[in-house]
């Protein structure tokens, strides 16, 4: 089955430090890109979707200049976390998706804490 | 193919004892996640832990613990001191795509 590897898989970072999380399609072309944010005992919520080449529409309520996200090739996107303070500390999950909005692809996450 | 299974529909645990749900998987997707979910009676889902596939170490989230075994395909619940509110329906889930479980029943007796 495709594959979307997403890096790191935990990381800890020091407050006002930038994180980047790294995702990319390994034997597809991942021409659309979902991040996600899980909140503690809550469902996924939709932060922004990417295409490839193009900025990101982001939902209501997230900041885009807090969470930047790139998605310069078909196989790589990235989500990065600028000035992380401890409220951004949560689970964030890439999933790529090619052609059809049914047929996508989630990378395994990664857990961020900021301390 | 993939393949998520519960075996225990239904379990009844006294109040504090600590109980494990097992969940089994299979998938040759070499890169993947396990999730725990509860579901209540009022129905909404509600995220209670994750691995990762190549998370070395079992993920832990207060009372809950993935009991992790990568080599038998196996991503257990683990619930410490079990609590009257923790009955409810939990569902075993497997990513990179989303495939339920049956669900197990879990009811604490006081």
């Known amino acids: 089955g495709a594959v979307v590897s997403q890096h790191p898989s935990r990381v800890i970072c020091k407050s006002g430090t930038s994180v980047k999380i790294e995702c990319r399609s390994l034997?597809?072309?991942?021409?659309?890109m979902f991040w996600y944010r899980q909140f503690p005992k809550k469902s996924l919520m939709l932060m922004a979707t990417?295409?490839?080449?193009?900025?990101?529409?982001?939902e209501q309520g997230v900041e885009k200049d807090k969470f930047l996200i790139n998605h310069a090739s078909l196989t790589l996107s990235t989500l990065t976390v600028t000035s992380a303070h401890p409220e951004d500390s949560s689970f964030y999950i890439c999933?790529?998706?090619?052609?059809?909005?049914?047929?996508?692809?989630f990378g395994q996450g990664t857990r961020l804490t900021v301390v | 193919a993939q393949k998520i299974t519960q075996t225990q529909p239904g379990m009844f645990v006294q109040e504090k004892e600590a109980v494990t749900l097992d969940c089994t998987y299979d998938?040759?997707?070499?890169?993947?996640?396990l999730f725990w979910y509860k579901q209540p009676s009022s129905g909404e889902m509600i995220f209670l832990i994750y691995?990762?596939?190549?998370?070395?170490q079992n993920a832990t989230e207060g009372r809950y613990s993935l009991n992790f075994q990568k080599a038998r395909k196996s991503a257990n619940l683990v619930i410490s001191a079990s609590q009257l509110g923790d009955s409810a329906m939990y569902f075993c889930?497997?990513?990179?795509?989303?495939?339920f479980g049956k669900g197990t029943r879990l009811h604490i007796l006081p």
């Open positions: 034997d597809f072309q991942a021409t659309t």
């Open positions: 889930a497997m990513i990179a795509q989303i495939i």
């Open positions: 691995q990762g596939s190549y998370d070395e």
């Open positions: 990417s295409n490839e080449g193009s900025k990101a529409t982001y």
């Open positions: 999933r790529g998706g090619r052609g059809s909005n049914t047929e996508a692809f």
């Open positions: 998938t040759s997707d070499q890169s993947y996640g």
